[in-house]
């Protein structure tokens, strides 16, 4: 039952956080279909990695006793294929989509990759390791997927919209990767202090997800991007509003 009521809390967050980044997006409506899609990229990328780690990174490196040395290289080993396996594959196939022409649009649908990465693993590690597991992780990481992911998501939107090459992304992305290993040699050290700074990492990244939200908007305001403002698009049903009418031609409402 307690098991029962972890995953529905999981889910009660993830959920939460959908409805937070959509409600408040204020540009042009995203395709369903997309959205949808980002959450199963998020989802096969889990298994991907999964299947990467269990033959690049064994269990036996996170061993307890294991040189501080060799546990770092392999949380970095994970950090680095969890975060390419999240972000690389939905990247190919936004980059070029007509409907990624927000910076609010490269936290959304990053943010949703992340937890369809994030919300099946921690339900799984919940139902394999036991209550106190998923306790952990629910105090933890319930948005650390989503947020990592995000972060780098506006920093691809922000680079396509300002015309920039988009293989400086690399840069944020390495970032993330350093930081994701760095909260995995803390929760696996044993140490206090670098527990404490896995938490650190893991709240601060999380706040940063909502931060950067809405930084996005703000620079799609200042762009006419968003419906307050410039009123590029009509808040109701997001049908473009090049001509900046009071009401929308679309769908008559007030835009």
């Known amino acids: 039952m307690t098991l029962f009521l972890l995953a529905l ?9 959908v409805w937070f980044l959509i409600g408040h997006d ?18 096969a990328g889990a298994l991907l990695a999964g299947f990467l ?3 690049l990174v064994p269990d036996a490196s996170f061993a307890v006793g294991t040189p501080q040395g ?24 936004l980059s070029r989509r007509r409907y990624f022409n927000e910076h609010t649009d ?15 693993e921690n339900i ?25 992911t995000g972060t780098v998501g506006y920093f691809l939107a922000k680079r396509k919209l300002a015309g920039k090459p988009l293989l400086g992304i690399c840069f944020p992305l390495a ?14 050290s044993g140490s206090m202090l670098y527990t404490g700074s896995a938490l650190l990492i893991t709240l601060t990244t999380s706040a940063g997800l909502f931060l950067l939200f809405m930084r996005a908007g703000e620079h799609d305001q200042r762009l ?6 410039h009123n590029a698009f009509c808040r109701s049903c997001g049908w473009a509003n090049p001509a900046h009418h009071l009401y929308c031609t679309h769908c008559g409402k007030n835009a």
């Not at 204020?26 to 989802?43: N, Q, S, T």
């Not at 990053?110 to 919300?119: S, T």
Request: aromatic share 10%; with cysteine; glycine share 14%.
């Open 9 to 17: 809390v999981f889910i009660g967050l993830a959920a939460g956080l």
């Open 26 to 43: 204020r540009g042009e409506k995203e395709p369903v279909a997309a959205l949808w899609l980002a959450v199963g990229l998020g989802f």
């Open 53 to 55: 780690e269990k033959r």
């Open 70 to 93: 060799a546990l770092l290289i392999s949380a970095l080993s994970v950090g680095l294929i969890e975060e390419v396996c999240k972000f690389v594959p939905l990247a190919l196939i």
């Open 106 to 120: 490269g936290v959304i649908y990053f943010a949703l990759a992340g937890l369809g990465f994030g919300l099946p």
């Open 124 to 148: 799984l590690y919940s139902v394999q390791f036991g209550t106190k597991t998923g306790i952990t992780r629910l105090l933890l990481t319930p948005l650390f997927h989503a947020a990592t």
């Open 175 to 188: 970032a993330v990767i350093v930081l994701h290993g760095l909260y995995d040699f803390g929760l696996s």
């Open 224 to 229: 006419g991007l968003s419906v307050v403002g």
